[in-house]
């Protein structure tokens, strides 16, 4: 394994145990480990505190929870395996007949020796997860049911960190962080996300400003988007990070109406990888659903807020259950996805239009010692890409339309572009926005 992909991985693992939530010391704990990587700001909004349409919750935090039989022995416990409670299960102490307590168990028949994530944020509940067939085996009889939780005034906590660039106008890479001990859906996003933010925080050029979010879902994204309610417009570009681990090929899910830069920079990249390496990476259409591009996307905000994933939420067995584990996620998946999201941020990043200062015809290459230049380098199809950087540099055209049109990486067409432009053969055209 390369230091990159163990790096990436050993966040994961170092993050898989706490128990996170919407809100409380999961949460907390999460944002500090982080920010041992990150200078990450970490923000706490006060419960009751009116965001948007909706009203931050009270907090949770838990400290033990079982299901014990006559015996004393434990046959649930929280302590082997956060998912055995509902997160934000109100707390309980009592005892409970088995008939009695079976409408507060959740399992799944249909993948019986599974545990399920299940949730209940928005209604007072509380409630077991476990194993279908470990339910299946309980025996009739007493047992004290223990959920040693609060429910209180507190607060929500989000962290962000701001890189600033040449432009005020800001990437914004966002990942939801509230998912207990799930590897794939969160951790993966997580640990994808700050090994990103920490290589953008070293380039010396930025061109444009970097915000990544690291919030609850729902909650979180439209706490950050009620805070920050006049300046959000200042996200150009942006991605939502989620199921990054897995060994499934990439899923990038448009922006609301499919027409972003971002859009067609993801698409474009997968399609090259595809072309590439054989791969069956694909694009998808919006809908209102999944994870906080839908917040991003709606319509008092309108931000370009795609998303990029491995295995699709809801599509995959493991998804939401305990086989959601260190297991299956690698850090070779890891970094590869940090490749392509690098690679698709790179395309953001350098894509613009020129103009041809030597029009009229083809200008000789050879004199100005650029097909010499091009030899020096190991970059593939670099004199083609000339050519067409050449013959499409009218102003109109921006790097990603000749890249897409040429067939080719848009790393080669930007190559060219910055060789042909120190060979004073290009000017920048001023962009639109
Ligand atoms: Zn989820």
């Not at 700001?41 to 400290?63: A, K």
């Not at 049911?145 to 890189?163: K, W």
């Not at 959601?324 to 698709?344: A, C, M, P, Q, Y």
Request: hydrophobic share 40%; with cysteine.
């Amino acid at each position: 394994m390369t230091e990159a992909a163990s790096e990436l991985y050993a966040l994961v693992r170092e993050l898989y145990p706490i128990c996170r939530s919407i809100t409380g010391d999961g949460v907390r704990e999460t944002l500090r480990i982080l920010a041992q990587r990150l200078p990450l700001e970490i923000r706490e909004i006060r419960s009751g505190t009116q965001v948007l349409d909706w009203t931050v919750p009270r907090e949770w935090n838990i400290r033990d929870a079982y299901i014990a039989d006559a015996s004393g022995k434990r046959v649930v416990d929280f302590r082997q395996n956060n998912l055995h409670v509902m997160s934000y299960s109100t707390p309980v102490r009592t005892e409970l007949t088995l008939a009695e307590l079976k409408p507060h168990l959740y399992s799944l028949p249909e993948q019986p020796s599974l545990v399920p994530y299940r949730t209940s944020y928005y209604a007072e509940a509380w409630g077991f997860c476990l194993a279908h067939e470990q339910l299946q085996a309980l025996a009739e009889g007493t047992y004290s049911v223990c959920i040693d939780a609060t429910l209180e005034p507190g607060s929500l906590t989000y962290g962000e960190l701001l890189l600033p660039g040449a432009s005020t106008e800001e990437i914004l890479i966002s990942t939801h962080v509230c998912h207990p001990s799930l590897a794939d859906d969160n951790l993966s996003g997580i640990a994808v996300s700050v090994a990103l933010a920490r290589e953008i925080s070293q380039r010396k050029e930025r061109r444009y400003s970097y915000r990544f979010l690291y919030a609850p879902g729902t909650i979180g994204a439209i706490t950050w988007l009620a805070q920050n309610r006049a300046t959000a417009t200042r996200v150009k570009h942006g991605l939502t990070l989620t199921c990054l681990g897995d060994a499934h090929p990439f899923t990038y899910k448009r922006t609301v109406f499919g027409r972003a830069e971002v859009d067609r920079a993801a698409a474009h990249v997968l399609a090259r990888t595809n072309a590439r390496s054989q791969t069956e990476h694909r694009t998808i259409d919006f809908f209102p659903y999944g994870y906080d591009e839908r917040q991003f996307n709606s319509p008092g905000f309108r931000l370009e807020v795609g998303s990029l994933m491995r295995g699709r939420h809801g599509q995959f067995p493991e998804y939401h259950t305990s086989a959601d584990n260190l297991d299956f996620v690698s850090g070779e998946r890891l970094e590869e996805s940090l490749g392509v999201l690098r690679e698709i941020l790179n395309v953001l990043e350098d894509n613009r239009s020129y103009r041809n200062l030597a029009p009229y015809g083809e200008p000789q290459l050879g004199s100005r010692g650029l097909y010499r230049a091009t030899g020096g380098t190991n970059i593939p199809n670099l004199q083609f890409a000339m050519l067409w950087v050449l013959n499409l540099s009218d102003g109109a055209h921006s790097l990603l339309d000749i890249a897409e049109r040429a067939s080719l990486d848009f790393s080669a067409i930007a190559a060219a572009a910055k060789l042909l432009a120190e060979h004073g053969l290009l000017e920048t055209v001023a962009s639109k926005s």
